[in-house]
């Protein structure tokens, strides 16, 4: 088959150049014309929210309130004064642990195993949530975790139900347990009795709260004024920490969460300052309690009545570089 000659191939070559650069112009003429146009008709448009379907609204699913689980069928400590016929509990005496040290020596690992360490409560999901607290100054936990996993021998206690009997106790009474508005679906501190049972809630002895006075809970709106406070909140939380009968030391924090874009002082703290430390003063258990106040212009100077509740002012916070290792 003979090849077309140069000249031909030429043509063609110059005929397909030609018609791209039709099509260009035409599209370049297209888009000046009418692209103002569409840019303007897009401005218009109101786009949809993603994987929203047409008649369909988005809502927020309804937070799960704790609730108070059902009683065990039996309890679970050792009595000696009434013991149910269902109760069967098999000598201990062949465990070299129980026969051979003695029970103050065995209260001393009871110790070491379930105490000594603060745990941060929370709930959510209507569930509560156990971490322990890493840290105890404030600045650390700005820079790093608030808390790590929570570690306890809590095995032991279902070895057997003599060693669960003399160790449950520990697990409340020589723990500090802290609680932050901030981080709950709903107050920790007033659902303690859907977690606790009534004879290890008396158990507690320490405790600290983080309470923001303006957190989402106990205001009714987002937006923070003194008029929206829901002080019947605010009271119901100190009503449940009177259920604390055990309780020797309480440290309160108190602060804003709107501090940088407000002046909550003036518009919180200062016209509403009597009513919001009222139920404060019902507070008497505690030998020491410690109740900081949320901003420096606050008084120190206020009758606590009975309690023996001390105000302090909040210290200021000194941040640290921790590249250059100075303050």
């Not at 112009?25 to 929210?49: E, M, R, T």
């Not at 901003?295 to 250059?324: A, Q, Y």
């Amino acid at each position: 088959m003979a090849r077309p000659s140069a000249s031909r191939r030429a043509g063609n070559g110059a005929a397909k150049a030609l018609a791209k650069m039709g099509t260009f112009a035409c599209k370049s003429v297209f888009w000046i014309c009418c692209g103002p146009c569409i840019l303007c008709a897009l401005c218009f448009i109101k786009p949809k929210p993603a994987g929203r379907r047409r008649g369909c609204k988005q809502t927020r699913p309804p937070l799960i309130r704790p609730t108070t689980p059902p009683p065990r069928l039996r309890p679970v400590t050792m009595s000696a004064i009434d013991m149910q016929s269902d109760q069967k509990t098999l000598d201990q005496s062949q465990s070299p642990f129980i026969s051979k040290l003695p029970l103050e020596i065995r209260r001393l690992i009871y110790f070491e195993t379930l105490g000594g360490i603060t745990v941060k409560l929370r709930t959510a999901d209507g569930k509560p949530h156990a971490r322990r607290r890493r840290y105890a100054s404030d600045v650390k936990e700005l820079y790093y975790p608030r808390c790590i996993e929570l570690e306890l021998g809590l095995p032991m206690l279902r070895t057997c139900r003599q060693i669960y009997s003399e160790a449950i106790e520990y697990l409340y009474t020589s723990n500090s347990f802290s609680f932050a508005t901030w981080d709950d679906d709903f107050p920790t501190i007033d659902h303690l009795h859907c977690y606790f049972l009534p004879q290890r809630l008396v158990q507690v002895q320490d405790v600290c709260i983080d309470w923001e006075i303006d957190s989402f809970y106990f205001n009714h709106h987002h937006g923070i004024t003194a008029d929206q406070l829901q002080f019947a909140a605010w009271k119901k939380s100190w009503t449940a920490i009177l259920a604390l009968t055990g309780l020797r030391r309480l440290h309160v924090t108190l602060y804003f969460r709107w501090r940088d874009m407000l002046d909550c002082y003036e518009e919180i703290w200062k016209p509403n300052e009597e009513t919001l430390l009222e139920p404060v003063k019902s507070v008497t258990v505690p030998s020491s309690f410690v109740l900081v106040l949320p901003d420096r212009r606050c008084s120190t100077g206020i009758d606590m009545g009975e309690s023996k509740c001390v105000l302090e002012l909040p210290r200021e916070i000194v941040f640290e570089d921790f590249e250059l290792g100075t303050t």
